[in-house]
């Protein structure tokens, strides 16, 4: 059983940076994708970032410039570094890993951007 854990999450003021982090479980975590999704209230669930086990990343064009997700393999770690953040950036982020066609997502952790 795979399990997401995410955390970093809070009040941040425009401008402002935060880090959210994910741990995962399971040894396989190397081999497998990791994606930070966003879901703000009454909107669907958008990816952000994603990062393949090789380490190539994509990034919603909304977000370019200005997130960076990395992982930490040895650790079983992914983390989004989230900068110059804006009040449009504000939702729950979730963890996510697809494996063998099952998507699996942590809890989520709240990003509130405002002054």
């Known amino acids: 059983q795979v399990q997401l854990v995410e955390s970093g999450g809070g009040l941040v003021q425009p401008g402002g940076s935060l880090r959210l982090s994910c741990a995962a479980s399971g040894s396989i975590f190397s081999i497998y994708a990791m994606g930070w999704y966003r879901q703000a209230p009454g909107k669907q669930r958008e990816l952000v970032a994603r990062i393949t086990s090789g380490g190539s990343t994509n990034y919603a064009d909304s977000v370019k410039g200005r997130f960076t997700i990395s992982r930490d393999n040895a650790k079983n770690m992914v983390y989004l570094q989230m900068n110059s953040l804006k009040p449009e950036d504000t939702a729950v982020y979730y963890c996510?890993?697809?494996?063998?066609?099952?998507?699996?997502w942590g809890q989520g952790t709240q990003v509130t951007v405002a002054s």
């Open positions: 996510n890993t697809p494996i063998l066609g099952t998507n699996y």
